[in-house]
């Protein structure tokens, strides 16, 4: 087959089906929940698909050699020794992008459940985001500037918001010159695809016949690793823990431009979310939250507000300033729901406008006009 996948998904009509699925463009990803259901996303909404695998049996069957095209390090079900699995799809095996995430029938009680997700193929710019409606001009201009005067950067939203894809977008205005090293649970930023130098880190879990750990390289780990790796940027694909307050330590320590996403409802939410992390290290929560806004510059809210539509809610500023127990905003842009249009409601402080400045992005004007809008650092 033209994907390099085994001979496997010729076998029977719920394999050939799913394998469609997977080659389809528009489809976002695909859930199995048992053998006989299918769900799955595309741009015209959510699906079902039934009848799929005649028995358990067939639809193990598949996962069994879906797990051979990817990093798990496991070739059957039977193998794993733990609860869940998750891995990327190999390169070298199919030209599908993605990651699965398999629940094995210890959490399920029942049938094992798999879920696919899928990547583009090719990374979208922000000009295709712009496209897209996302963000409005000047928010496009901005973020590209952010990248290029190295401000550090949480991306935050729902699962599926898009976090990943803003991530590889900004990734564009990366100067070729500079080392990035990427720190994730699975592999799904490959900034090595358009950057020469890129060091890319994830996280390793050995377990022995009985299950028993017996070697760990965690998210926390893989971030420390980079501060030795003499890393420009550190890029944490998801920071949902401990690795929150070493990435901090990074970005207080002359790794700027680095960039991380997470889980969060808001900008807001998004910032206490990643003051949490931080404090699971042993740290105060009043030092936290200084730490967090001397370590990181803007927050970018996306959301998906209707099906297959994507936008960038929010742009906010951290502060260093204390007001009433909690870091200051500054709220740069917001996205007004009801007209369906981005409005620019601040503008940068000084501290934002002279570390975009050490950056060597000159602002011309407070009101956000840059000398350099526009330009792409690659010529």
């Known amino acids: 087959m033209s994907n390099g996948l085994v001979d496997v998904f010729n076998q029977d009509r719920g394999s050939q089906k799913i394998f469609a699925l997977m080659e389809d463009p528009n489809v976002q990803d695909i859930r199995c929940n048992n053998h006989k259901t299918l769900f799955f996303v595309d741009h015209e909404g959510s699906k079902s698909i039934t009848g799929l695998f ?13 797990l051979l095209l990817t990093d798990v390090g496991y070739k059957s079900l039977d193998d794993v020794k733990s609860s869940v699995v998750e891995g990327s799809f190999r390169p070298d095996r199919t030209k599908i992008r993605g990651s699965i995430f398999v629940g094995t029938s210890d959490v399920t009680r029942g049938e094992p459940v798999l879920v696919i997700r899928k990547q583009p193929v090719r990374a979208l710019t922000l000009d295709d985001l712009l496209g897209q409606h996302m963000m409005s001009l000047d928010m496009r201009l901005f973020l590209q500037q952010a990248v290029q005067g ?83 940027r550190i890029w944490v694909g998801e920071t949902r823990g ?32 990643l ?23 803007l927050a970018v809210q996306i959301q998906q507000v209707k099906l297959g539509r994507r936008v960038v809610t929010e742009i906010v500023e951290l502060e260093n300033v204390r007001e009433g127990g909690e ?30 400045e050490r950056g060597n992005v000159n602002i011309v004007d407070p009101t956000m006009m840059f000398s350099t809008w526009g330009q792409d650092p690659r010529g």
């Open 150 to 232: 190295r401000l550090n950067m949480l991306i935050a939203g729902g699962s599926g918001a898009g976090k990943t894809t803003m991530a590889r977008a900004l990734a564009w205005f990366i100067d070729p010159a500079q080392r990035v090293v990427t720190c994730e649970d699975i592999e799904e930023l490959h900034l090595d695809e358009n950057l020469p130098n890129v060091v890319a880190l994830t996280s390793y879990r050995e377990l022995d016949e009985r299950g028993s750990l017996v070697r760990e390289e965690t998210l926390e780990n893989l971030v420390r690793h980079a501060l030795r790796m003499r890393a420009d």
């Open 327 to 356: 870091q200051r905003r500054n709220d740069l842009w917001r996205y007004d729901f009801a007209t369906d249009t981005h409005l620019r409601v601040g503008a940068p402080s000084p501290r934002l406008r002279a570390a975009l």
């Open 54 to 66: 005649a028995g358990r049996a067939q639809y193990e069957s598949f996962i069994n050699q879906l």
């Open 242 to 273: 401990r690795e929150a307050y070493a990435l901090v330590k990074a970005c207080l320590s002359g790794h700027d431009g680095s960039v991380t996403t997470l889980h969060a409802n808001s900008a807001s939410q998004a910032i206490k979310q």
């Open 275 to 297: 003051v949490s992390y931080v404090m699971e290290s042993g740290m105060t929560e009043e030092v936290a939250r200084d730490q967090v806004s001397q370590a990181f510059h």
